[in-house]
Nanobody, 119 residues
Framework: QVQLVESGGGLVQAGGSLRLSCAASGSIFSINRMGWYRQTPGKQRELVAIITSAGTTNYADSVRGRFTISRDNAKNMVYLQMNSLKPEDTAVYYC?????????????WGQGTQVTVSS
């Protein structure tokens, strides 16, 4: 099947930067939309940013202008450059991909990576 593995999370001071990476592997025929979501305890998972295979992007209002999503289609990877981080950006960040695997098109999630922004 398809596996997504995130990396790059950690602890950073407010105003700092982090870059998240997500690698898709397995029996992949094609990947359409890829994205990043985040979740804090007691709250629903929320969209941070998405990018299509053609490179069209969309961002949550709370991160627009600070975060940049990009992808490398040849490597099946998606990235999230996070600048000017705020304490309210603290969350577990999840990678998501709509991928065509051996069983057809499905949505896949990574295991998540913790981002903590200290004030």
């Amino acid at each position: 099947q398809v596996q997504l593995v995130e990396s790059g999370g950690g602890l950073v001071q407010a105003g700092g930067s982090l870059r998240l990476s997500c690698a898709a592997s397995g029996s992949i025929f094609s990947i359409n939309r890829m994205g990043w979501y985040r979740q804090t305890p007691g709250k629903q998972r929320e969209l941070v940013a998405i990018i299509t295979s053609a490179g069209t992007t969309n961002y949550a209002d709370s991160v627009r202008g600070r975060f940049t999503i990009s992808r490398d289609n040849a490597k099946n990877m998606v990235y999230l450059q996070m600048n000017s981080l705020k304490p309210e950006d603290t969350a577990v960040y999840y990678c998501n991909a709509d991928a065509q695997g051996a069983t057809g098109w499905n949505g896949y999630w990574g295991q998540g990576t913790q981002v903590t922004v200290s004030s």
